[in-house]
């Protein structure tokens, strides 16, 4: 039993009498009484406040911390006569291969079977405008006809003169160094840090932020890398996003049309980053970071104040925020005695587009979103003989498609006739294999149809009607070079 004396019953309260005059003497003496600000409103200040102090506080040391862990190069070591700079920040992002630090089990699921190589995968000038308001990307194939200047080889330790290479080669053998130095003298713009990005930090920065979301209009499928994606929308993990940006076989454009893929999952890439406020929210903030630098290796100059900058800009970032091009080319097949083919840059495009990175100028006047312009596809309708059959029940639907295609140029018979099976529910695509780029043509006009290979069937390709049948979409041919030089925004490549 407690030996406490009960506490006295409190004194009831009283309403305190209103004084005749204001309780603060030094108010004039009509000077209305100021409301007291409820008690929950004060406490939702201090809260928000204290969360944002903590969270700005958490950026700055997750960032602080991680900014001694990241692999350091030189990679302007020595180097003289470099071009003037111009306005904003341009960093040069470079993709190596990196398939040695990724598991046995992965390496087989994502086809990145063969030996680790020294090499460049991809490579990119990102060009961040003064205001870090836009930024600019700018893929330079790796196949590039370049001359690296005098250096050292790092593998060898013999000097070597001045000698044509292919771009990608300057990195094997010199490094970042000798990149840094070949890219400033192609370009004549001046490079103020340097990225370098393996496999690993790739997978992993997809997977921390949940996946990337892609959509294609025609089926997509690399047997090299494993890629197969059916027409439509997918979002991507780590390892099918690799496949995505690595593929050089699933069109007639290879090197040129996988750059235009990597474009089109940056900026995809970017959406998601901004979309979904992960620069905002600290915790994630602190994984993904840990996830995109814990594996690169960056230029000496490139810390805590500069990926703090770069995260401050991308918050305000939309997808009409950043564009994407290739350097312009003069030819995709350009014979050099010991190289064989190489790629050649169209110089006069090319200094024109250096030129505006330079002067921090947009690369294109932003165009509005088109959401019916025509399909890219490589081979041109009228090339393309198309026999329609009725997978359905539906009266008519084979006369509906038959004419709709016509109707897009392609050459179909004007007979359709019914399918043996009738309760198709997805548009089917027959093609012999021989005729492949034809069959994606069609396909890409019938968004979401499923391409089936059927060996020995001939020129003529079948289009099996099902259910899902709405429209056929227009299509167009283009120049893969032409294509590749076209600037692009964000918003008019990302899924909507």
């Known amino acids: 039993m407690s030996t406490t004396s009960p506490r006295p019953p409190a004194p ?17 003496p009509h000077a209305p009484v100021r409301r007291r600000r409820p008690r929950w409103a004060m406490r939702a200040v201090t809260t928000l406040s204290v969360v944002v102090l903590a969270s700005a506080g958490i950026g700055h040391a997750v960032v602080s911390s991680l900014d001694a862990d990241i692999a350091r190069v030189d990679p302007f070591r020595d180097m003289k006569n470099r071009p003037q700079s111009g306005h904003g920040m341009n960093v040069l992002l470079v993709g190596t291969d990196g398939r040695d630090r990724i598991s046995a089990q992965e ?36 196949d590039s006809f370049a001359e690296i200047p005098a250096h ?13 290479v292919k771009l990608n080669a300057a990195y094997a053998e010199g490094g970042p160094n000798l990149t840094v130095r070949t890219v400033e003298e192609m370009t004549r713009l001046k490079i103020d840090h340097y990225l370098e990005v393996d496999f690993t930090t790739f997978m992993r920065t997809v997977d921390v932020l949940g996946g990337v979301r892609m959509c294609t209009a025609e089926p997509l499928k690399d047997a090299y890398t494993g890629l197969d994606l059916p027409a439509g929308t997918h979002t991507l993990n780590g390892g099918q996003a690799l496949q995505y940006v690595r593929s050089r076989h699933v069109d007639g454009a290879s090197d040129l049309g996988r750059m235009k893929r990597q474009q089109r999952f940056l900026a995809a890439l970017i959406e998601r980053a ?10 994630r903030f602190r994984d993904v970071t840990r996830a995109v630098l814990g594996s690169v290796r960056a230029d000496k100059g490139f810390h805590t104040d500069e990926l703090l900058d770069l995260g401050r800009a991308m918050r305000t970032f939309s997808p009409s925020s950043s564009e994407f091009t290739t350097v312009p080319l003069a030819q995709t097949e350009y014979s050099v005695k010991g190289l064989g083919s190489t790629v050649k840059w169209d110089r006069a495009a090319a200094d024109r587009l250096f030129r505006a990175l330079r002067e921090d100028r947009p690369l294109a006047a932003h165009r509005p979103r088109q959401p019916n312009r025509p399909v890219p596809v490589e081979v041109a309708p009228r090339e393309i003989r198309v026999q329609v059959e009725n997978g359905t029940r539906t009266m008519g639907l084979g006369r509906r ?16 006739v019914d399918a043996e099976e009738r309760a198709v529910k997805r548009t089917v695509v027959l093609y012999d294999p021989r005729w492949d780029r034809s069959a994606r043509s069609l396909a890409a006009a019938l968004p979401g149809s499923e391409l089936r290979a059927a060996p020995g069937q001939g020129a003529m390709l079948k289009v099996i009607a099902g259910a899902d049948f709405r429209q056929v979409r227009k299509v167009r041919v283009e120049d893969p070079v032409r294509a590749a030089a076209a600037v692009v925004t964000g918003d008019e490549v990302v899924c909507r």
């Open 107 to 142: 390496r087989r699921k994502y086809r990145l079977g063969g030996q680790p190589c020294h090499c460049t995968d991809t490579m990119m000038i990102v060009h961040l405008s003064e205001d870090r308001e836009r930024a600019s990307v700018v893929s330079l194939p790796r």
């Open 152 to 164: 050292v080889d790092q593998n060898t330790g013999r000097r070597h003169g001045a000698h044509p």
């Open 274 to 283: 901004t979309s979904s406020r992960v620069l905002l929210n600290p915790m």
């Open 12 to 28: 009831p309260r009283q309403r305190p009498r209103p004084s005749p005059v204001p309780s603060r003497p030094s108010g004039p």
């Open 401 to 416: 498609v038959d004419a709709a295609l016509a109707a897009a140029g392609f050459r179909a018979t004007g007979a359709p």
